[in-house]
């Protein structure tokens, strides 16, 4: 059931909120057209799971404020 994955997920994301915009975005991306979203959104959670999605994604926000910091 999909509330099983979302609290599998929640043990690497403590934010709800925060896990919901990640699955919205990666849903996005990987999305194949003639396949059911919920199938999509259903694997990606699962991958949350077993994986930490925050970790590559802070590193880039950080690169990207500096970036900015120096251009301003």
């Known amino acids: 059931m999909r509330s099983d994955l979302i609290f599998g997920a929640l043990t690497h994301v403590n934010n709800r909120y925060q896990l919901c915009q990640l699955a919205s ?6 999305h194949k057209p003639n396949t059911r979203l ?3 959104t259903n694997d990606v959670l699962d991958r949350f799971r077993d994986t930490v999605p925050m970790s590559d994604s802070s590193e880039i926000v950080e690169k990207v404020q500096v970036q900015e910091r120096r251009a301003a």
């Open 38 to 40: 919920q199938d999509t």
């Open 25 to 30: 975005k990666a849903t996005r991306k990987l």
